[in-house]
């Protein structure tokens, strides 16, 4: 079975300062990686994925992620966070061969100016 | 142009009812999926079904039912509503390797 934990419940960042948002993750096979953003009262909306290829990707709104097989890890990164970025996130894993997404816990990120 | 909606987007019912939320997808694609949403904000997945197969997360209980009319919709009908029932579910379509998701409906048990 695949799982996916993301450590922190919630993570506190200046404005300007670089963020990390972790996750680790459990699967057998390759893993298709994910990252989703939820504001109040949203769904859920694509940030960035990994598939195959290069280990650190980019996605929406200047945030990437950096793949470690080593590590089985795919934590968020932004240089420089913006008070607009507090949200909820969540990382999410599936293998190759399967159909449903399998989501960690979520980590709130609190940005203050 | 929103590529999944769902309906109502809140739902305030009385235990023992029962209800339907709707989702409707405008992209055309086969995999459409049911995600419950907990006060904690975790996010389970209910039900992945195409027009070939459903899937059934096992701890679902069997109240809860998938309905496809069509390929454009996928409907969560909930028989005999519990308290516990109170979440937010969202319906989803895979395009790819990825999920589109919903706005979400909010249901409360009262």
């Known amino acids: 079975a695949q799982s996916v934990a993301q450590p922190e419940d919630q993570v506190n960042v200046a404005e300007g300062n670089p963020l990390t948002v972790k996750c680790t993750y459990s699967?057998?096979?390759?893993?298709?990686l994910f990252w989703y953003v939820q504001y109040p009262n949203r769904g859920l909306q694509f940030l960035l994925k990994y598939i195959t290829g290069d280990n650190l990707v980019k996605g929406s709104y200047g945030f990437e992620a950096e793949f470690n097989k080593s590590q089985t890890s795919f934590h968020l990164k932004k240089p420089s966070a913006l008070v607009s970025d507090s949200a909820l996130y969540f990382c999410a894993v599936r293998d190759y061969s399967g159909n449903m997404l399998t989501f960690g816990g979520g980590t709130r990120l609190m940005v203050k100016p | 142009d929103t590529a999944v909606s769902q309906t109502p987007k809140y739902l305030v019912t009385q235990m023992g009812n029962d209800k339907s939320i709707k989702c409707e997808q405008n992209l055309g694609h086969d995999t459409m999926y049911w995600y419950k949403q907990d006060s904690k904000k975790f996010l389970k997945i209910m039900f992945s079904?195409?027009?070939?197969?459903?899937?059934i997360n096992e701890t679902v209980p069997n109240r809860f039912s998938p309905k496809s009319p069509d390929k454009a919709h996928l409907n969560l009908h909930i028989n005999s509503l519990e308290l516990g029932d109170s979440a937010v579910y969202f319906c989803?379509?895979?395009?790819?390797?990825?999920?589109?998701f919903g706005q979400g409906t909010r249901l409360t048990v009262v």
């Open positions: 989803a379509i895979r395009r790819g390797t990825e999920a589109f």
């Open positions: 079904y195409n027009n070939k197969e459903l899937i």
């Open positions: 699967v057998s096979g390759n893993p298709y």
